[in-house]
C-alpha cells in the first residue's frame, strides 16, 4: 500500500506544481557563463550527493538538463542541474524556483514514507499545512530549516532584483508571487500576482494563480471574478473550473452565515406602519385585558297612586 501511494503522489504532484508559466527575460542575464564558485562563495543551494550529471559549461545548459530530468521523474538528478545552475548564476530566480519545487516534492514523499514506517497498517495523515502569515507576522523573523524553503527565499531575492531593474516584467511579478505562495507569504503573494495581472490581463494562467491565493485568503468575491475571467480566456482550463468551485462554496458560506438586518418601516402621516417581526403579537399568548368592576345600581319603580 505504501508504494502505490507514494507513486501515485509522487506523480500527481509532479504535473500539478511544475508549470513555470513563463520566465522572466532579464532572469538569466547576469552571470551565466561565469565558472562554479569556490566553496566561500555566497551561493547557498544545499549539497547534493555525487551524481553520474556532468559538470554542465554554463547556467543555462544546466537548467535546461534540469526540466528534462523533472519532466522524466528524475527529481533527485534534476535537483544537481538545478544546483549547478544556481551555483554558475546565483541570480537565476527560474532555476532557484524549479530547485524549490524539486526539494519540495522530495520532502513530501520521505515524509510520506516515514509516516508509512511508523504505522504500515494505516494511511497517512498528511501533515497540517502552516498558516498564513500577515504582516502582523513579519516582526518575529521566521526560521527556514527545509531545502525548499531556502530555495523559494533566494528566489523571492533574484526576482526581487530583476524587478528593480524592470517593474513592467510581468513573468517576474507572477513567480516570484509563487514564490512567496510556496512560503506561506499569502498577501505579498497576493500582491505580486495581482501586478502579474494587470501587466498582462490577457493571461489566463496568471489569473488562475491569482485566484487561488485569493481563496487562500478568503477573498471569494475577487476570487469569483479572477477566475471567471481565467476560464473565458481558456474555456479549457480544468483547473481554474475546479478553483472557481471552491471560490463559489466559500462565498456562499460567508453568505449564509450573515443575517439581514430587517429593514426600518417609518409610518407615513395618513399610513399605519406594518409591524415588525419583533412587534408582531404571539397568537398563543392571551391578550392582558383589564375589566374594571361596573356598579349595579337599583333601579327605582315609580310608585302607583292610589285610584279613588
Same mark, same amino acid.
Given at each position: 500500500?505504501?508504494?502505490?501511494?507514494? $507513486? #501515485? /503522489?509522487?506523480?500527481? =504532484?509532479? %504535473?500539478? @506544481? /511544475?508549470?513555470?508559466?513563463?520566465?522572466?527575460?532579464?532572469?538569466?542575464?547576469?552571470?551565466?557563463?561565469?565558472?562554479?564558485?569556490?566553496?566561500?562563495?555566497?551561493?547557498?543551494?544545499?549539497?547534493?550527493?555525487?551524481?553520474?550529471?556532468?559538470? /554542465?559549461?554554463?547556467?543555462?545548459?544546466? !537548467?535546461?538538463?534540469?526540466?528534462?530530468?523533472?519532466?522524466?521523474?528524475?527529481?533527485?538528478?534534476?535537483?544537481?542541474?538545478?544546483? @549547478?545552475?544556481?551555483?554558475?548564476?546565483?541570480?537565476?530566480?527560474?532555476?532557484? /524556483?524549479? =530547485?524549490?519545487?524539486?526539494?519540495? =516534492?522530495?520532502?513530501?514523499?520521505? +515524509?510520506?514514507?516515514?509516516?508509512? &514506517?511508523?504505522?504500515?497498517?494505516?494511511?497517512? %495523515?498528511? %501533515?497540517?499545512?502552516?498558516?498564513?502569515? #500577515?504582516?502582523?507576522?513579519?516582526?518575529?523573523?521566521?526560521?527556514?530549516?527545509?531545502?525548499? +524553503?531556502?530555495?523559494?527565499?533566494?528566489?523571492?531575492?533574484? !526576482?526581487?532584483?530583476?524587478?528593480?531593474?524592470?517593474? +513592467?516584467?510581468? $513573468?517576474?511579478?507572477?513567480?516570484?508571487?509563487?514564490?512567496?505562495?510556496?512560503?506561506?507569504?499569502?498577501?505579498?503573494?497576493?500582491?505580486?500576482?495581482?501586478?502579474?495581472?494587470?501587466?498582462?490581463?490577457? +493571461?489566463?494562467?496568471?489569473?488562475?494563480? !491569482?485566484?487561488?491565493?485569493?481563496?487562500?485568503?478568503?477573498? !471569494?468575491?475577487?476570487?469569483?471574478?479572477?477566475?471567471?475571467?481565467?476560464?473565458? =480566456?481558456?474555456?479549457?482550463?480544468?483547473? $481554474?473550473?475546479?478553483?472557481?468551485?471552491?471560490?463559489?462554496?466559500?462565498?456562499?458560506?460567508?453568505?449564509?452565515?450573515?443575517?439581514?438586518?430587517?429593514? %426600518? @418601516?417609518?409610518?407615513?402621516?395618513?399610513?399605519?406602519?406594518?409591524?415588525?417581526? &419583533?412587534? #408582531?403579537?404571539?397568537?398563543?399568548?392571551?391578550?392582558?385585558?383589564?375589566?374594571?368592576?361596573?356598579?349595579?345600581?337599583?333601579?327605582?319603580?315609580?310608585?302607583?297612586?292610589?285610584? @279613588?
Amino acid at each position: 500500500m505504501r508504494k502505490i501511494y507514494v $507513486a #501515485s /503522489f509522487f506523480v500527481s =504532484l509532479a %504535473t500539478l @506544481q /511544475f508549470a513555470c508559466g513563463g520566465s522572466s527575460d532579464n532572469t538569466n542575464l547576469a552571470n551565466t557563463d561565469t565558472e562554479a564558485p569556490a566553496a566561500n562563495s555566497n551561493s547557498t543551494a544545499p549539497a547534493a550527493q555525487s551524481t553520474p550529471l556532468p559538470v /554542465f559549461p554554463d547556467a543555462e545548459t544546466a !537548467y535546461a538538463e534540469g526540466d528534462k530530468l523533472f519532466d522524466v521523474n528524475k527529481t533527485e538528478l534534476a535537483i544537481e542541474a538545478y544546483r @549547478q545552475a544556481v551555483e554558475k548564476n546565483p541570480d537565476y530566480a527560474d532555476a532557484w /524556483f524549479k =530547485l524549490g519545487v524539486s526539494y519540495a =516534492l522530495i520532502e513530501k514523499v520521505n +515524509e510520506i514514507e516515514s509516516l508509512n &514506517e511508523e504505522n504500515p497498517e494505516e494511511t497517512p %495523515t498528511p %501533515t497540517p499545512s502552516r498558516k498564513s502569515r #500577515s504582516k502582523n507576522d513579519k516582526k518575529e523573523k521566521v526560521v527556514r530549516t527545509k531545502d525548499s +524553503e531556502k530555495a523559494f527565499e533566494k528566489a523571492v531575492a533574484a !526576482y526581487k532584483k530583476i524587478l528593480a531593474k524592470n517593474k +513592467e516584467d510581468d $513573468a517576474a511579478h507572477y513567480n516570484m508571487g509563487r514564490s512567496l505562495n510556496k512560503l506561506d507569504e499569502d498577501e505579498d503573494a497576493a500582491k505580486a500576482l495581482k501586478e502579474a495581472v494587470k501587466l498582462k490581463p490577457e +493571461e489566463p494562467l496568471y489569473k488562475t494563480e !491569482y485566484g487561488a491565493i485569493l481563496i487562500k485568503l478568503a477573498q !471569494y468575491d475577487e476570487a469569483v471574478r479572477a477566475l471567471k475571467k481565467a476560464l473565458e =480566456l481558456d474555456p479549457e482550463n480544468s483547473e $481554474a473550473a475546479e478553483l472557481l468551485e471552491k471560490a463559489e462554496a466559500g462565498k456562499k458560506r460567508i453568505n449564509f452565515g450573515v443575517t439581514p438586518k430587517p429593514p %426600518t @418601516q417609518e409610518s407615513k402621516p395618513g399610513k399605519t406602519a406594518k409591524p415588525t417581526p &419583533e412587534q #408582531s403579537p404571539d397568537p398563543s399568548e392571551k391578550p392582558d385585558i383589564q375589566i374594571k368592576p361596573v356598579e349595579i345600581k337599583p333601579v327605582k319603580t315609580p310608585e302607583k297612586k292610589p285610584t @279613588q
